[in-house]
């Protein structure tokens, strides 16, 4: 008895169909009984993991303890190598016997040593790209930071993001707004009003950063730390009413 399952696969034409055809082959040509089919069309679902496709929550939650599975690709099984290691782990407890159909080859994952000797090996293969992965980020988040570019989704203090259409992407860009607010608070504490106070009546006029949020005590020290040390741009500064005043 053998339970089939197929999913289109994003970025190649191997469709859940075709791939059901190949695993009927299979099966008839292994005497392989096949007891029901799975599959997943709609190719969006490729690039999530097999518990969350509705083709795959019916694998997992149909699947028994020595259950036979046939699929023509393995990609089917997960769009990447930490989602395959999930789905093996899951076939590895329930004594999944795994075979793939499709290159001509009978070949087949059976038993907790087999499935333990291929998780090993997929769980080593991601350890082997994780530092070259956190390397390959940090040297881009560094490259779009120093570019102006957008690394986060709140901009800068005294900035707000622009999309450059250029470019395909949002960068940081001084705010006028933000820039006028940084000034006054600069001035109010320099009056001596207090960090609580600044914030309270930023509130109360229903002022906020560029972002959307409220300018709360620490937020407010951070902006004129930088305006102290020359890290936000200037602007000429405006007459407003302090935190004290009506």
């Avoid at 259409?165 to 006054?184: D, N, Q, T």
Wanted: with cysteine.
């Amino acid at each position: 008895m053998a339970t089939l399952y197929a999913c289109s696969i994003p970025l190649s034409n191997d469709r859940a169909e075709a791939q059901l055809d190949l695993a009927r082959a299979y099966c008839q040509e292994h005497g392989l009984h096949v007891a029901r089919e799975l599959r997943d069309d709609d190719i969006r679902l490729g690039h999530k993991p097999l518990g969350e496709r509705p083709g795959g929550r019916q694998l997992l939650s149909g699947l028994r303890n020595n259950d036979v599975l046939v699929v023509a690709n393995v990609l089917a099984l997960g769009p990447t190598r930490r989602a395959f290691v999930l789905s093996a782990k899951a076939f590895q407890r329930m004594g999944i016997t795994l075979r793939v159909a499709g290159d001509g080859l009978d070949r087949r994952i059976a038993g907790t040593e087999e499935w333990a000797q291929v998780i090993r090996a997929f769980e080593g293969s991601l350890d082997d790209d994780r530092p070259r992965h956190a390397e390959a980020i940090r040297r881009g988040v560094a490259k779009r930071k120093a570019k102006g570019g957008r690394v986060s989704r709140f901009p800068p203090i005294g900035h707000r993001w622009q999309w450059c259409a250029g470019e395909g992407r949002f960068y940081a860009v001084p705010c006028p707004l933000e820039l006028a607010v940084i000034e006054k608070v600069v001035r109010w504490r320099h009056e001596g009003y207090s960090w609580s106070a600044i914030a309270t009546h930023l509130v109360s006029l229903k002022i906020t950063t560029t972002s959307g949020g409220d300018w709360h005590p620490r937020r407010l020290q951070r902006a004129c730390q930088l305006h102290r040390e020359g890290k936000v741009p200037t602007i000429p500064a405006a007459r407003a009413e302090g935190p004290g005043t009506n």
